[in-house]
Antibody
Framework: EVQLLQPGGVLVQPGGSLKLSCTVSGFSFGSYAMGWVRQSPGKGLEWVSGIDATGKRTFYSESVRGRFTVSKDFPTKTLFLQMTNLRVEDTALYYC??????????????WGQGTQVSVST | QSALSQPASVSGSPGQSITISCAGSSGDIGAYDHVSWFQHHPGEVPRLILY???YRPSGISDRFSGSKSGNTASLTISGLQADDEAIYYC??????????FGGGTKLTVL
């Protein structure tokens, strides 16, 4: 069974940093692209970042490019999202998601339960 | 890039069919056939129901079908059921490697 485990919520101040994690099981971590999608309160889904199966190619939305970094740690089968210079508008439920393929296309066939990130003073 | 354009809401009665459109541009939907659709029930995680315009993942009912014409993709749900009531999102891969979602369409089953 495919599982993507994400920790619970966290509160951080504007300008602060945070590293989200997503530990996977039930599939070959090195064979699939992965991504991050967020949902702000009352809003729709917004793609944040993606990474191919090898971890060598990364992709970012304009809203987070330069502030967020996605990475894969293969020994621990964990996907990370390093978030810096956080803004109030980054407040959202952050989902990690598995792509269907080795290549990155954003067709997410499995999702984690999400980590609530609140950016506030 | 702006979000793909979806109607805010659609509705239909049980047994009927509905279609949700997802309008983009030549720089996203029109560029590739990598369009996906997701069903999102409140409080649950999104579920992939179509990928590459019209392919269904294992376990997805054939009541869900997809198509694309130019820069617009469409999701059709036939034989509406109460459990189909949810928010539906499209997304598209772009040549830059970025992915763009639609704003979401709330489906109400009357």
């Amino acid at each position: 069974e495919v599982q993507l485990l994400q920790p619970g919520g966290v509160l951080v101040q504007p300008g602060g940093s945070l590293k989200l994690s997503c530990t996977v099981s039930g599939f070959s971590f090195g064979s699939y692209a992965m991504g991050w999608v967020r949902q702000s309160p009352g809003k729709g889904l917004e793609w944040v970042s993606g990474i191919d199966a090898t971890g060598k190619r990364t992709f970012y939305s304009e809203s987070v490019r330069g502030r967020f970094t996605v990475s894969k740690d293969f020994p621990t089968k964990t996907l990370f999202l390093q978030m810096t210079n956080l803004r109030v508008e980054d407040t959202a439920l952050y989902y990690c998601a598995k792509d269907r393929l080795l290549l990155w296309f954003g067709s997410f066939d499995s999702w984690g339960q999400g980590t609530q990130v609140s950016v506030s003073t | 890039q702006s979000a793909l354009s979806q109607p805010a809401s659609v509705s239909g009665s049980p047994g009927q069919s509905i279609t949700i459109s997802c309008a983009g541009s030549s720089g996203d939907i029109g560029a590739y056939d990598h369009v996906s659709w997701f069903q999102h029930h409140p409080g649950e995680v999104p579920r992939l129901i179509l990928y590459d315009v019209h392919y269904r993942p294992s376990g997805i009912s054939d009541r869900f079908s997809g198509s694309k014409s130019g820069n617009t993709a469409s999701l059709t749900i036939s034989g509406l059921q109460a459990d189909d009531e949810a928010i539906y999102y499209c997304n598209s891969y772009t040549p830059s490697g970025r992915v763009i979602f639609g704003g979401g369409t709330k489906l109400t089953v009357l």
